[in-house]
C-alpha cells in the first residue's frame, strides 16, 4: 500500500522560515530595531527544519556564480578593504535570496508577502518621503526619505520594484476587493513619490511599465481603465515643475556639445565624464574589473577632478568593477527570471486563467523591465530591494503553475518535478 501523500504546499502558509523572512523584510524596509543580519540568521536556520526539499533555482546559481567571480576579483584589486565589505554584504544577499525562494513556495505566502512588504514601505518610507517634502526637505527640490532612502535616485528605483506588485494587486484580485483596493491606494503614494523624487530614469521606467500595463487593461480588465487612466492624470497633475524641466533638458542629449545643458546643476555632463572613465577602467581591467564596490576609489584615481563618484549606471558599473565576465552572469541572472516569467504568463494564458496567481508574473515581468530602464540612470546592483524582487518575480511564477501542478499529480512530493523544472535540472 503506498504511503500518503504529503499535504500540498497550499496547506502551510505559516512556516517558521516564511515568519522569520517576514521579520527580516520588516526590519530592511522600515530600518527599524537595526536586527537584520539577526533575522536573516534565524530564517537561515529554520531551512533545516523545511519538510520539504531546499530550493535553489537557476536565476540563483547566477547570482552566487556573479558574487564568486567578484571574489576572485578581490585578489587583484589594489582597493581590498572595500571590496571585502562589499563582497561580505553580497555575500549575505545571496543567503537572503535562498531564504526568499524557499518561504515563499505557495499564491498564498507570495500574496501575503506583497501585502506585508507594500504595507511596510508605505507606512515608513513612502510615508516620511511625502512629509519631508510637504516641509521642505528635499534635496535641489528632489523628494528624499530617511536613511536608506536618502538617494533620490535609489529611491525611484526602490519605488518602481514597489510599484508593479501594487499594480498586480489592483488589477489581478477581482475576488478580492479588499486587497484590490489596497493595491491602489498605494499604487497612488508610490507614483507621486517617484515623479517628486525627479528622476529622469525613473520616469522612463514609468512611461515603459504605464503604456504595456494600460494596454493590458483595456483587454483583460477594461472596467478598471477609467481608474488607471485617473490614476495617471493625478500623478501628471501633481508632478513638480522641476521634473518637465530636467525631462526638457533630455533634448541636449543627442550631441557631445549640447549634452552639458541637460540640466542646470550639471549632473549630465558629469555622467558623461563618468562613462568616459569608467570605459578606460573596463578597457584597463576588461576580465576582472577594479574590484566590486571599489568604483568610487577607481574613479577618483583615474580622473582626479571628478573625485570618488559613482557610475550613475548600472550596468556600467557592473563591468566596471568585476569585468565583462561578470557583467554578462549578472545579465544572464535577469534574463533567466524573465524567461520564467514570460512562460508563467503563457502557461496562465493557455488555460484562460484571470486569478491573482496568475497575473502576478504578467506585472512583476513588466516591474523588472521597468527597473532595468531606470538602471541606464543609477547604479543599483548592491540594493537589496533588488534581489528580494527578483526572488517574488521567480516565486509568483512558480506559484502560478502550483495549482494545475498539484491537480495533474496530487500524490507527488511538492518539492519533486517542479523544482527540477525550476532549477533546470
Known amino acids: 500500500m503506498p504511503p500518503p501523500a504529503p499535504a500540498r504546499p497550499q496547506e502551510r502558509i505559516w512556516t517558521p522560515t516564511f515568519v522569520a523572512f517576514l521579520g527580516y523584510v520588516l526590519i530592511i524596509v522600515t530600518y527599524k530595531l537595526g536586527m537584520g543580519t539577526a533575522a536573516m540568521v534565524l530564517a537561515l536556520l529554520t531551512l533545516f ?43 549575505k544577499l545571496v543567503l537572503v535570496a535562498l531564504v526568499a525562494v524557499n518561504a515563499l513556495r505557495t499564491p498564498a505566502q507570495v500574496r501575503i508577502f506583497i501585502v506585508f512588504v507594500l504595507a511596510s514601505y508605505l507606512l515608513f518610507p513612502v510615508r516620511a518621503t511625502l512629509v519631508n517634502y510637504m516641509h521642505g526637505y528635499t534635496n535641489l527640490g528632489r523628494a528624499i526619505g530617511p536613511f536608506i532612502y536618502e538617494n533620490a535616485n535609489d529611491l525611484a528605483a526602490i519605488t518602481i520594484l514597489m510599484l508593479a506588485p501594487a ?12 486587497v484590490r483596493w ?49 490614476l495617471v492624470a493625478l500623478a501628471l497633475y501633481l508632478a513638480p515643475a522641476g521634473l518637465w524641466q530636467r525631462l526638457g533638458g533630455l533634448k541636449n542629449a543627442t550631441s557631445i556639445e549640447t549634452i552639458g545643458d541637460m540640466d542646470p546643476e550639471g549632473s549630465a555632463r558629469m555622467r558623461f565624464a563618468l562613462l568616459q572613465t569608467a570605459g578606460r577602467m573596463v578597457a584597463d581591467h576588461p576580465v576582472l574589473g577594479v574590484g566590486l564596490g571599489a568604483y568610487a576609489h577607481a574613479n577618483r584615481d583615474y580622473n582626479p577632478a571628478l573625485g570618488a563618484y559613482d557610475t550613475h549606471n548600472t550596468y556600467v558599473n557592473i563591468a566596471a568593477e568585476t569585468g565583462l565576465p561578470g557583467l554578462i552572469l549578472f545579465l544572464a541572472m535577469m534574463v533567466s527570471l524573465l524567461r520564467e516569467a514570460i512562460a508563467a504568463r503563457r502557461y496562465a494564458d493557455r488555460l484562460g486563467s484571470s486569478s491573482g496567481a496568475a497575473e502576478l508574473p504578467r506585472w512583476l ?23 528580494l524582487y527578483l526572488t517574488l518575480l521567480w516565486s509568483a511564477s512558480r506559484a502560478a503553475l502550483a495549482p494545475s501542478a498539484a491537480a495533474r499529480a496530487p500524490a507527488a512530493h511538492p518539492s519533486g518535478p517542479l523544482l527540477g523544472a525550476a532549477t533546470g535540472v
Open 182 to 230: 489596497f493595491g491602489l491606494a498605494c499604487a497612488v503614494p508610490f507614483v507621486i513619490t517617484i515623479l517628486l523624487t525627479q528622476s529622469r530614469g525613473a520616469f522612463l521606467a514609468l512611461v515603459a511599465l504605464g503604456l504595456p500595463s494600460g494596454i493590458g487593461l483595456a483587454r483583460r480588465r477594461p472596467r478598471l481603465v477609467p481608474v488607471f487612466a485617473a
Open 49 to 91: 527544519f523545511e519538510r520539504q526539499r531546499l530550493r535553489a533555482p537557476r536565476f540563483l546559481g547566477f547570482f552566487a556564480a556573479w558574487v564568486a567571480w567578484a571574489a576572485i576579483g578581490y585578489f587583484a584589486t589594489p582597493y581590498p578593504d572595500d571590496v571585502w565589505a562589499t563582497l561580505v554584504q553580497q555575500g
Open 365 to 387: 515581468f513588466l516591474g523588472l523591465i521597468a527597473f532595468l530602464i531606470a538602471a541606464v540612470f543609477g547604479s543599483f546592483a548592491k540594493l537589496a530591494f533588488v534581489y
Open 167 to 178: 499594480l498586480a494587486l489592483f488589477a489581478g484580485e477581482p475576488h478580492r476587493p479588499l
